[in-house]
């Protein structure tokens, strides 16, 4: 294959040199390329807004505790904290609305104590959380939260989960995450196959996957800056595609019933003194359900003993204590440390004994459940810290550049003399046919089935080629009542036998005449 063949996609005139059967990368090519050229044109604006929106996602937690340091931090620390019971009382006293779900210690000398609400006056998914001064019991403020996130960060996470449009704007979120994986390794095939045929060495190779080339000018340069950047964030990207289709609406739903039917899931300690296990298994994130009343924070041991009995089992700060969530149920203590070293030991403590009565420790998770997590984490910035964030910041722009660059090659390669609007033609047509039939056929395979798991991408997938399909009856058409109407009309020779003077030159006709 040529230099020229390698930089640009066949034009619609062109016909493909014959493959020999040793050559399969010909032959797969065109349906690589237009698989990566459609789905990065069709499916590019919603990995840019999602790249954008993670961009913004990337200083959240800075920004969240600036906004925020009143409620999170303490005016001065005092020489030792009062017992976790006042301070929820006092918290109650302030706001007596709704039930308590879940209790969080202060994680240093400087942190306020959360007491997490379950009210009906916030959307669903949401709590109120008050916030309260372990050292002298006064309530710093209460605030709207999602989970663990503080306002500010909520409302960014759901602007990048569904722009703040509901169930019906994680459609988009799931889009880009079931086609970012599809667009990116598509781009890693071409890109990889195009500085091999270029370079002479396997060191030159590497140099041109790895190394943009300044002094290239208009759409190679271009090209060029777009398939090393892509290289540099292929790993991330994947990651960031696998993690967020875990959580996905419908993508998610199908990866949760993988996991069960593997055993990948969570484990959770058993709540239920009886062992009826109505408890086991599920997410460590959020709590069982709101406790019958608060009398359950003082009955028994309290929730004072029910911490003292955490800690004695080894527990620590940042921990989250889970109130029963129905009479003769006890108490859940899990660990919430997700940065790393991450820990999520958990404890079951009867209200009355206080006793540990189970216990489940991070080490003793399946691989895929720890996995999960730590990928999880890692999409969100959490896992590694300062680093992490500046790692998916840089991914993220990244990501942002290399779609700018692609819709930009599209547009060097419009025909620049075409009046109005034009775009750089699409990869040509038939390159399914031109696949070996047993290729052809497990790429038909493999789409029917991640369509089946992943119901957006096989929705999105059905309709690209729908639309394809028209598009090539409609050219098909055309060409065809042009070619009819090339064929009625009169040939030369049937012109010349109709009128004489046709034939003749101009020294003929003006001697004829």
């Known amino acids: 294959m040529s230099t020229s063949e390698i930089d640009r996609p066949p034009a619609p005139g062109d016909t493909p040199p014959p493959a020999t059967k040793t050559q399969l990368w ?9 698989l990566h050229f459609y789905a990065g044109i069709l499916v590019g604006p919603f990995l840019l807004i999602a790249a954008v929106t993670g961009l913004l996602y990337t200083i959240s937690p800075q920004l969240s505790d600036y906004v925020h340091r009143h409620e999170l931090t303490v005016d ?37 104590t959360r007491v997490v ?9 949401y709590g109120r959380t008050v916030f309260v001064d372990p050292y002298t019991a006064q309530v710093r403020g209460e605030l709207t939260t999602f989970g663990e996130w503080l306002p500010v960060r909520a409302w960014i996470d759901e602007l990048h989960r569904n722009l703040h449009l509901g169930d019906l ?49 208009g759409r190679a340069r271009t090209l060029s800056w777009h398939g090393t950047v892509g290289v540099w964030i292929i790993a ?14 419908y993508a998610g739903e199908t990866i949760g019933d993988v996991r069960t039917a593997l055993s990948w899931t969570t484990p959770s300690v058993e709540t239920d003194p009886a062992g009826t296990g109505e408890n086991a298994g599920g997410d460590h994130h959020g709590g069982d359900g709101a406790p019958v009343t608060d009398t359950v924070i003082g009955e028994g041991v309290g929730i004072d003993g029910v911490e003292a009995a955490a800690e004695g089992a080894g527990l620590q700060v940042p921990m989250e204590l889970v109130p029963p969530a129905a009479e003769g149920q006890a108490w859940k203590v899990q660990e919430a440390k997700r940065d790393w070293p991450t820990r999520y030991d958990s404890v079951a403590v009867d209200p009355a004994s206080g006793k540990v009565i189970d216990k489940v420790e991070f080490a003793n998770w399946p691989f895929m459940a720890k996995m999960t997590n730590w990928t999880i984490d890692a999409h969100m910035g959490i896992l590694f810290g300062l680093v992490n964030q500046i790692m998916l910041a840089l991914t993220a722009i990244g990501l942002i550049a290399v779609i700018l660059r692609g819709y930009r090659m ?8 075409a009046r109005g609007v034009r775009f ?15 290729a052809a056929v497990t790429a038909v395979l493999i789409a029917v089935i991640l369509g089946w798991y992943l119901p957006l991408f096989g929705i999105t997938l059905a309709v690209f080629v729908a639309v394809d399909v028209a598009l090539g009856l409609r050219y098909h058409h055309r060409s065809r009542g042009t070619a009819l109407e090339s064929a009625s009309l009169p040939t030369r020779e049937e012109r010349t036998d109709a009128d004489p003077t046709l034939g ?8 004829k005449s």
């Not at 990869?427 to 047993?438: F, N, S, T």
Request: charged share 25%; aromatic share 6%; no cysteine.
């Open 424 to 438: 750089g033609p699409p990869a040509k047509r038939g390159a399914l046919r031109r696949m070996p039939p047993w």
């Open 410 to 417: 599209w547009w060097l390669r419009r025909p620049t003399r």
């Open 236 to 249: 991330a990207l994947l990651l960031l595609s696998v993690t967020g289709l875990t959580w996905s609406r």
């Open 26 to 34: 010909p032959q797969l090519r065109p349906f690589v390329l237009r």
């Open 76 to 112: 001065q620390v005092g020489d030792q904290q009062l017992p976790l019971s006042e301070q929820v009382a006092a918290a109650r006293a302030a706001h007596p609305e709704g039930s308590i779900t879940e209790v969080r210690p202060p994680i240093d000398a400087e942190s306020t």
């Open 504 to 511: 003749l030159d101009t020294h003929d006709r003006q001697d």
């Open 117 to 125: 609400l379950a009210v009906d006056d916030v959307p669903e998914g």
């Open 169 to 217: 704007g994680r459609n988009y979120s799931e889009l880009a995450a079931s086609w970012l994986w599809v667009v990116a390794l598509g781009g890693l095939v071409l890109w990889i196959a195009r500085v091999r045929q270029r370079s002479s060495s396997v060191s030159e190779a590497a140099r041109a996957a790895l190394v943009p080339e300044p002094k290239k000018k």
